[in-house]
């Protein structure tokens, strides 16, 4: 059973950096399409950024495009970039994964099988 586990939330200024991790213990995600969500307070989990199984392709939900950066670490590792941190940034977030090949990741939390068990981001001064 795959297991994911997240790391790397805290509290950070507006216009900070964070980069967290999701990290899987005994498997490779190199067959994995992996998806970061975030869910704030009474607010639906949204969709925040995806990496692709087979070429890495990514996608970003727009209000993190230009500041956000999803990429592979190693075999066992996906992390997220998160820079020029907005308030609107707080939130719980998770990771995810679904074992795809040649199938493009996609947004949508329904469409993933594996999830950790969160990490809090809070940007506030």
């Known amino acids: 059973q795959l297991q994911l586990v997240e790391s790397g939330g805290g509290l950070v200024q507006p216009g900070g950096s964070l980069r967290l991790s999701c990290a899987a213990s005994?498997?490779?995600?190199?067959?994995?399409?992996i998806g970061w969500f975030r869910q704030a307070p009474g607010k639906e989990r949204e969709g925040v950024s995806c990496?692709?199984?087979?070429?890495?392709?990514t996608d970003y939900v727009n209000s993190v495009k230009g500041r956000f950066t999803i990429a592979r670490e190693n075999k066992n590792t996906v992390y997220l970039q998160m820079n020029s941190l907005k308030p609107g940034d707080t939130a719980v977030y998770y990771c995810?994964?679904?074992?795809?090949?040649?199938?493009?990741?996609?947004?949508?939390?329904?469409?993933?099988?594996?999830w950790g068990q969160g990490t809090q981001v809070t940007v506030s001064s």
């Open positions: 995810a994964a679904v074992a795809k090949l040649y199938s493009r990741c996609v947004l949508r939390a329904a469409r993933y099988d594996y």
């Open positions: 005994g498997f490779t995600l190199d067959y994995y399409n």
């Open positions: 990496i692709s199984s087979s070429d890495s392709s």
